[in-house]
């Protein structure tokens, strides 16, 4: 429809032709659209956003993104007062929502005890401290059950911490227990989030869902009936997505994961053959791993602190380079020097798009806010949104503008609570964004991931501006949002 949207002390005060009305400021927004504000459900953008350099989050608001989610996968502090305090006090661009991870709280409980099921004095301190994040505003609870000290838990132990999230009306979302097939299967992982939804009472989320390696691709259409099925039955679940064909972790943990640890060589000559014995049992796991990710051509090094000249290599690269052609000894070689994170090309475009048209596939970026010295992250951190618009709306035309708008506005703020949020109508907060969509354009590459996307004409967030005609403002208008927000 076309309209006249009127916006007053950060609302949409008046929809409908306003010609006579008058206001301070005016936006001519001519045949551009006007939408909700875009919301990125799973945000690594936590730390930046408690920085005097990103805090602004310019990368994020250039995509048209008002509101993220943060604290995803498990993790994030404790004490979610401290943090929203810290974003309160300095100042945020976007708005922020908070969740509680079960595997902070899993480690504040447990501490060096934790590859075991908790006591059930320690389930009941676990259960007390997700309660105290709901009361403080949480808008539920996350997990990442492929990382430690995640993968340690059983399904009972999530669930009753979920069921707690529930109880504050929350939602429970998760890096599933395994996205290919490293230990239960993608298909499994995600029936083991339907379980939870179902058992502990809430919506249930299969954060970033995808079919991970060679051997799983296809397997996104029964991972989606499973879906399908449970939605039909009653069940709360959804699923949300970043538009890339690459994933992005740590070294350790796409190669080493389960706490799997390097053995040690000691310089006692005799202990020798244990050491090699225990290298060669810890390679073959590294070799399998390699080969579950699609190879060595598949790895490329986004960040690694004891020799930035291998950013940008793939593990093949580096292996054909320094070690003799075999990608095995090299990983092993680098886990044992240093931290690297990697660029992980894994998933297939049939995959992608079967997932993306799903009526229940909520947007996401998975990304965080990264300086210039950062090497080479996955472009998903400034491009994920843009993206979405660009490849799978404009050119390839997988799902329409509609059904993408929703994705990342009305569907999200449905599913996480956000009651004034994610639409235009009156009385919704002013978060809003204006842009044609032929002029958006995703810069970030994999080669140049650094790049901020264009095209945005204004956005708003609270009613205030934050890009006007194509230029960032000064503003930190961003709120940190309860779910007790109307």
Do not use: C
């Amino acid at each position: 429809m076309r309209a006249d949207v009127g916006i007053r002390a950060g609302r949409i005060a008046s929809i409908g032709t306003l010609r006579d009305a008058t206001a301070d400021t005016v936006i001519d927004a001519g045949d551009r659209l006007v939408t909700p504000g875009f919301i990125d459900v799973h945000s690594h953008a936590a730390e930046g956003l408690g920085s005097s350099e990103l805090r602004q989050a310019r990368p994020i608001l250039a995509q048209g993104v008002t509101t993220v989610v943060v604290n995803p996968d498990g993790g994030g502090p404790i004490d979610l007062q401290s943090q929203r305090q810290t974003y309160e006090k300095n100042g945020i661009g976007p708005n922020v929502a908070l969740l509680i991870g079960h595997g902070s709280v899993r480690r504040a409980v447990m501490r060096d005890s934790q590859q075991r099921a908790p006591t059930d004095q320690e389930l009941e301190e676990m259960r007390r401290h997700v309660r105290v994040a709901m009361e403080q505003g949480a808008f539920g609870l996350s997990s990442g059950l492929f990382y430690t000290p995640g993968s340690f838990s059983k399904t009972e132990e999530v669930i009753a911490l979920a069921a707690v999230a529930g109880s504050y009306g929350g939602v429970y979302t998760s890096h599933i227990r395994d996205e290919g097939n490293y230990n239960v299967g993608v298909v499994a992982a995600v029936e083991e989030v339907i379980r939870i939804a179902e058992e502990g009472r809430l919506t249930g989320i299969v954060s970033h869902m995808k079919a991970l390696g060679p051997d799983n691709w296809g397997l996104s259409k029964p991972a989606i009936a499973s879906i399908d099925h449970a939605r039909a039955r009653g069940v709360s679940v959804f699923a949300d997505q970043y538009p890339y064909d690459a994933s992005s972790t740590s070294l350790r943990a796409a190669l080493l994961p389960d706490g799997v640890q390097l053995p040690v060589r000691k310089p006692q000559t005799s202990e020798e053959a244990e050491y090699l014995k225990e290298r060669e049992k810890v390679t073959a796991i590294i070799r399998e791993n390699i080969r579950r990710r699609g190879g060595a051509a598949s790895i490329r090094i986004a960040s690694y602190r004891p020799d930035a000249s291998k950013v940008g290599m793939t593990l093949g690269q580096i292996a054909a380079k320094e070690f003799g052609g075999k990608p095995d000894a090299a990983a092993f070689e680098m886990l044992s020097r240093g931290e690297a994170s990697i660029v992980s090309f894994n998933m297939s475009e049939d995959d992608i798009r079967s997932i993306m048209m799903r009526p229940y596939t909520m947007a996401s970026s998975d990304g965080g806010l990264v300086t210039a010295g950062s090497g080479q992250p996955h472009p998903r951190n400034n491009g994920a949104f843009a993206r979405r618009l660009v490849t799978y709306v404009r050119d390839r035309n997988v799902v329409g503008i509609e059904f993408a708008i929703r994705s990342m506005t009305s569907l999200p703020a449905t599913v996480f609570g956000m009651k004034a949020r994610g639409v235009i109508r009156e009385g919704a907060i002013a978060d809003l964004a204006v842009f044609d969509l032929a002029a958006i354009r995703d810069r970030a590459t994999y080669d140049d991931p650094h790049q901020v996307a264009e095209g945005m004409a204004w956005v708003l967030v609270n009613g205030v501006l934050v890009i006007a005609n194509g230029k960032f403002t000064e503003a930190l208008p961003g709120k940190v949002l309860s779910r007790t927000d109307r």
